[in-house]
């Protein structure tokens, strides 16, 4: 069974940084990207930075120039570093990858999200 673990989520204040990490696992033999996503209350789910098979990131507007997303794929775990929060980074983060699963073929699966708060 393929699971996401997500962690490092919690209370920052204005201009403060944190790092989320999210490990896949289960019988993995591809992985075809990682990324993270987004929701506040109120609002859809959004993208926040995805990172393809390569050294290739996406990133919203929004983040450019302080999030910055990277994978380790020898341990099946994508990062995301936060710098400079603002109260508006406040959300649920998600975990999102597109994994090849022996026996199984290739899907999308989601962590169970890990909150961020920035405030003061």
């Known amino acids: 069974q393929v699971q996401l673990v997500e962690s490092g989520g919690g209370l920052v204040q204005p201009g403060g940084s944190l790092r989320l990490s999210c490990a896949a696992s289960g019988s993995i033999f591809s992985i075809y990207a990682m990324g993270w996503y987004r929701q506040a209350p109120g609002n859809q789910r959004e993208l926040v930075a995805t990172?393809?098979?390569?050294?290739?990131?996406n990133y919203a507007d929004s983040v450019k120039g302080r999030f910055t997303i990277s994978r380790d794929d020898a341990k099946n775990t994508v990062y995301l570093q936060m710098n400079s929060l603002k109260p508006e980074d406040t959300a649920v983060y998600y975990c999102?990858?597109?994994?090849?699963?022996?026996?199984?073929?290739?899907?999308?699966?989601w962590g169970q999200g890990t909150q961020v708060t920035v405030s003061s």
């Open positions: 990172i393809p098979t390569g050294s290739s990131t």
């Open positions: 999102n990858a597109d994994l090849g699963i022996w026996y199984e073929g290739r899907h999308d699966y």
